[in-house]
């Protein structure tokens, strides 16, 4: 568990930033287009509702205010970090678009260079102005990292696609190559600065992906360029923040579309979830992927990363997925924040939270305080805070203190992709080029496995089949449905299978959701790399939807088990064919499953058409019993060539034919009667089912002959 408090909520649009002193006082870099304060606010207010920067100090254990510092002037302006010097002065990073920016006399410079500069301010104990210096040419310029370096501020950033790091008038060092590159972290450790971000050229290392995160090592004197690596995979990688310990191991914080991440192979979340996954790696060392089906990104605006006394690892971000390796639960609106406490080797976290609300929430700055850490946090929402836009917005600063570890399941891991469904709507909305589906993961897997149904699957059959009349109508809908669909709960699905799952059941899989000719749902490959693919259908809820999940994946789950027909080596040929067949009812055992108890209509999120459909069903369940019975005794006496076993086996499926009614019915007796483990013992062979089925069925219930069952049972 961790143990979370608001420490205060302020009236201003957006903290970047959050540092703790040495004295142990709190500062705050933030901007806003206006402010509620009830305290005196230090500098000049340009121009009304016209973003301004801000620095607020607050004291140690009161959290009062000790100054709110406003800096702008009639454009945007926006304080992005903030170091504090052993006098107590606050050293600001930011960006402005005001060629009135307020600058010292002393100032590096002192004319605005234009589309945009970098600042540098420094504000004194008490808040006042001390200095401040523009930090650019003809092209934009943005402040993005700070740190002191003997009592001097070393401000960094990017200028005109390269970065940059500076420490006075004329000590400056530009880096950059033929592709965009962007720094966004700065971090010093005896007498070397360290300098991350990302980068899409060549020129210096060659790419893995179409960007790689970079570590550049410089003198911290000279600014001499000592050293430069990239690090990242064969997708897009990107480091918004880095860390170093004690022993001068350096910890970068990010977010990647790599599924081959170095270093994640020792970490505590070893595969790639799907969409975007945060991430944290050590150069050189281990590393661990942090997400869920949907994206998730350590690091926003804030300094995103931070190492404590222990050497732990703490990361800040904001995520789409409601399945994130968690506690708590997804808030509910268009994004979370969420922190999380790795151990230094990464792979294991002592804690990871949600910080969400049904509001939208970006984690942003983090630092350490005794026994936890502290994070900034924006809020967006249509009522309440600083209006902005089309939203409200204010900042929360919470504290958050770990009370335990946690370890991720290493049998549970489920992503969602819907990478062909977002690519055939692009072409549906846009006419976008077609070919991008062809690359996609969904796609490649479906077309793999028409082709082994015999089916033809062509690209032009496909393109055919999206510019129909038919589907373009049905576009919007299809979009919709989409949305609300990415809002599945994959980690309550997941929990909810495994609790009837044995504790050996393996349950790994990718759901893909897609635009398809044909409307089935199914799975896929399920003995090496399992699939679920889901049809999206506007008719369908997400209730529906996430049922459907859940029913597949306990398939999944039973298909990692022990095959039972592999039990009965020393049988005939014939009674290892009919013990393959009631394999069939785990159908059954998937429909309980999926809707998460015996008392629980498995249709209850269904249509009434449905429910009614399956009621009737129910009410045949003594002639289905005694036709599946006589097609499994035909079997085993050998009265039935492969082609006639395959058509009366498969009438049993039907629309939740006998396969799932009488399936279910026995794995619903067995629970109530016996309780779930008893359930649970059935499921590497589903003979015992049909044992424990009839000893715990009443009077009153149709029950398998013993005939059938010694049949079952003899070698």
């Keep these: ?42 500098g000049h207010k340009a121009v009304n509702d016209e973003m301004d920067g801000y620095v607020i100090r607050l004291k140690k254990h009161s959290h009062e205010i000790v100054y709110v510092t406003r800096m702008g002037g009639g454009a945007y302006d926006s304080a992005s970090r903030v170091a504090i010097d052993e006098e107590g002065n606050a050293w600001v990073a930011g960006f402005t678009k005001s060629a009135d920016f307020p600058v010292a006399a002393d100032a590096w410079q002192r004319t605005y260079g234009g589309d945009g500069d970098a600042f540098l301010m420094k504000l004194s104990p008490s808040g006042r102005v001390l200095f401040s210096t523009f930090i650019g040419g003809p092209k934009s310029d943005f402040g993005n990292a700070i740190v002191m370096v003997c009592n001097q501020a070393v401000i960094a950033g990017t200028s005109d696609g390269d970065g940059f790091v500076q420490s006075g008038p004329s000590r400056r060092v530009t880096f950059g190559a033929t592709g965009e590159e962007k720094l966004t972290g700065l971090a010093q450790h005896k007498g070397k600065l360290y300098a991350t971000g990302y980068t899409k050229s060549n020129d210096w290392k060659t790419l893995r992906g179409l960007s790689d995160a970079f570590v550049v090592r410089l003198n911290a004197q000279t600014l001499a360029i000592e050293s430069a690596e990239y690090f990242g995979g064969s997708g897009d990688d990107s480091a918004w923040g880095i860390a170093i310990d004690k022993r001068g191991r350096i910890f970068i914080a990010g977010q990647t579309s790599s599924t081959d991440l170095p ?175 062809w690359g996609t993961e969904g796609y490649i897997r479906l077309k793999k496995r028409e082709a082994e149904m015999g089916r033809s699957f062509s690209e032009n059959e496909f393109e055919q089949f999206l510019d129909s009349d038919a589907l373009r109508r049905r576009k919007e809908a299809l979009r919709s449905t989409l949305t609300r669909w990415k809002q599945a709960d994959i980690k309550a699905i997941t929990e909810r299978v495994r609790s009837y799952l044995p504790p050996n059941a393996r349950l790994r899989a990718t759901v893909y959701i897609v635009i398809k000719p044909r409307s089935n749902s199914f ?157 649970i013992d059935c499921m590497t062979d589903m003979r015992t089912l049909l044992r424990y089925y009839n000893d715990a069925a009443s009077q009153l219930q149709p029950k398998w002959s013993e005939k059938f069952l010694k049949a079952l049972a003899s070698p």
């Design 263 to 437: 270093g994640a192979s020792r970490g505590f979340q070893r595969r790639y979830r799907g969409n975007i996954d945060a991430f944290v790696a050590q150069i050189g060392g281990p590393a661990t992927y942090f997400g869920g089906s949907q994206k998730d990104e350590a690091g926003y605006d804030g300094q995103n990363i931070a190492i404590d006394t222990d050497g732990s690892v703490w990361i800040a971000g904001m995520t789409y997925s409601t399945d994130l390796p968690a506690e708590g639960s997804y808030g509910g609106g268009d994004g979370d924040g969420f922190i999380a406490k790795f151990t230094p080797a990464l792979n294991k976290v002592h804690f990871a939270s949600y910080a969400g609300s049904p509001a939208r929430e970006i984690g942003e700055g983090i630092a350490i305080v005794p026994g936890g850490a502290l994070m900034t946090m924006v809020r967006l929402s249509d009522k309440e805070g600083v209006s902005v836009g089309p939203f409200f917005a204010q900042s929360v600063i919470s504290v958050w203190r770990p009370a335990r570890p946690l370890t991720p399941n290493p049998r549970s891991e489920i992503r969602i992709d819907t990478g062909e469904a977002d690519a055939a709507l692009a072409f549906l909305a846009e006419h976008e080029d077609v070919s991008r589906i």
């Design 1 to 42: 568990m961790s143990l979370a408090a608001t420490l205060l909520t302020l009236a201003l649009a957006d903290c970047d930033d959050i540092v703790a002193a040495r004295s142990g006082d709190l500062f705050l870099a933030c901007h806003s287009p206006s402010d509620k304060f009830t305290v005196p606010v230090n």
């Design 523 to 679: 799975v896929y490959e399920l003995a090496t790399n399992p699939a679920v693919f889901a049809y999206l259908d506007p008719e369908i809820t997400k209730e529906e939807f996430e049922n459907t999940i859940a029913h597949e994946l306990h398939h999944v789950g039973l298909a990692s088990l022990e095959d039972a027909a592999h039990q009965v080596g020393s049988s005939s040929a014939n009674v290892r064919q009919a013990v393959k067949w009631i394999g069939a009812f785990g159908e059954g055992l998937a429909m309980l499953a999926a809707a998460g108890g015996p008392d629980i209509h498995p249709h209850l999120n269904s249509s009434t058409q449905d429910r009614a459909r399956w009621d009737a069903s129910l009410r045949n369940l003594r002639q289905d019993m005694h036709s599946v019975e006589a097609f499994l005794l035909d079997t085993m006496a050998g009265k039935l060539d492969e082609k006639q076993q395959n058509e009366r086996g498969m009438s049993f499926f039907g629309v939740q034919g006998p396969w799932y009614t009488v399936g279910w019915t026995m794995a619903v007796t067995v629970e109530k009667v016996k309780g779930r483990p008893a359930r």
